[in-house]
């Protein structure tokens, strides 16, 4: 069966990072798309960013441009998301997901999978 499984998350002060992964594995990983969401209670699922399936061509929402980085390593079917210069606006709850094929990246409905998420919490 498919399995996406975030690690990585925890709380840091304002200013602090995080390198979050995400673990696959029930399906060919460098045959998919991947991408980093968000989301916070009462607030509709964000996109945060997106890597094609050989890792050299990514896209970031504009709240993450220059701080966060994407990336993967097909060898070891994980995805990578490296948090820099955290905000309090960035806590949320991060999810990976992935597709056979992608279109409009940022939304939601365009991913098939998805995993259970992990936490970050930047404090003031």
């Known amino acids: 069966q498919v399995q996406l499984v975030e690690s990585g998350g925890g709380s840091v002060q304002a200013g602090g990072s995080l390198r979050l992964s995400c673990a696959a594995s029930g399906f060919t990983f460098s045959g998919y798309y991947m991408g980093w969401f968000r989301q916070t209670p009462g607030k509709e699922r964000e996109a945060v960013a997106f890597i094609n399936r050989s890792g050299g061509l990514t896209y970031y929402s504009d709240s993450v441009k220059g701080r966060f980085t994407i990336s993967r390593d097909n060898a070891k079917n994980t995805l990578y998301l490296q948090v820099n210069s955290l905000k309090p606006e960035d806590t949320a709850m991060y999810y990976c997901?992935?597709?056979?094929?992608?279109?409009?990246?940022?939304?939601?409905?365009?991913?098939?999978?998805w995993g259970q998420g992990t936490q970050v919490t930047v404090s003031v």
């Open positions: 997901a992935a597709a056979p094929a992608v279109f409009q990246w940022w939304k939601v409905g365009e991913w098939k999978y």
